[in-house]
């Protein structure tokens, strides 16, 4: 069936270093792919999004890419804080459903 | 604009049990989804309203069942609870179908069933 497939499921980056999650997803009909970060206590939050006819996204220290031909793509988190520990979440949305991946922990150490 | 709210934020039940959670989606918003969240099985869709019709269902029993008003607030229940349903249930809203718009998700309520 389809499936997202998340990695790593844990990151722990020195503050002010980069950091790289990336995901793969089965379903050919994808063609929406946000990023979530999800805090302790609280809903998922979109961090930034990409629809299938753009390769790359930035929006400040974050950014995402996307390569449909090999069916992945991947967050970038330049300049890590404190602050953007939390748990990030892929997500594809095809013929008529979001499906999530497994989740990645970030712990940024200050 | 105010946010996604979810009421009650916490909940308890005993398994056999039945329970209904609410959702009242960002003003001007017309699609509300229905998520699972558990610690094994990941974020999981359960199903979305659109103006009051249910558009989409995930892979969920019949015991899951939702409707939405015409005001586009949106109310999900659990027949007959089992252990297993204990779970973070989010919902969330968007202007538009799902995957059309940017989906806003609310802080969840927390079903625990003894």
């Known amino acids: 069936g389809e499936n997202v497939e998340q990695h790593p499921s844990t990151l722990s980056v020195q503050e002010g270093d980069s950091a790289v999650i990336k995901c793969t997803y089965s379903?050919?009909?994808?063609?929406?792919f946000p990023w979530y970060k999800q805090e302790l206590g609280k809903g998922p939050q979109l961090i930034i999004d990409?629809?299938?006819?753009?390769g790359e996204k930035k929006d400040q220290r974050i950014a995402v890419t996307l390569n449909k031909t090999a069916k992945h793509f991947s967050l970038h988190i330049t300049e890590t804080q404190p602050e953007d520990s939390a748990v990030y979440f892929c997500?594809?949305?095809?013929?008529?459903?979001?499906?999530f991946g497994t989740g990645t922990r970030l712990k940024v150490l200050a | 604009k105010a946010g996604v709210t979810q009421t009650p934020r916490y909940l308890i039940k005993t398994r056999g049990q039945q329970v209904t959670l609410s959702c009242s989606p960002i003003?001007?918003?017309?699609?509300v989804s229905w998520y699972q969240q558990t610690p094994g099985q990941g974020l999981q869709f359960l199903f979305e309203?659109?103006?009051?019709?249910?558009?989409n269902k995930g892979n969920f029993p019949g015991r899951f069942s939702g409707r939405q008003f015409s005001n586009s607030r949106s109310e999900m229940n659990v027949s007959t609870l089992e252990l297993g349903d204990s779970a973070l249930y989010l919902c969330?809203?968007?202007?538009?179908?799902?995957?059309?718009?940017?989906?806003?998700f609310g802080p969840g309520t927390r079903l625990t069933v003894l």
């Open positions: 969330a809203s968007s202007q538009g179908l799902a995957g059309t718009d940017t989906q806003y």
């Open positions: 997500a594809t949305h095809g013929a008529y459903k979001y499906i």
């Open positions: 990409i629809r299938s006819n753009v």
């Open positions: 379903d050919s009909a994808s063609n929406y």
């Open positions: 003003s001007g918003h017309r699609s």
């Open positions: 309203y659109f103006s009051e019709t249910q558009r």
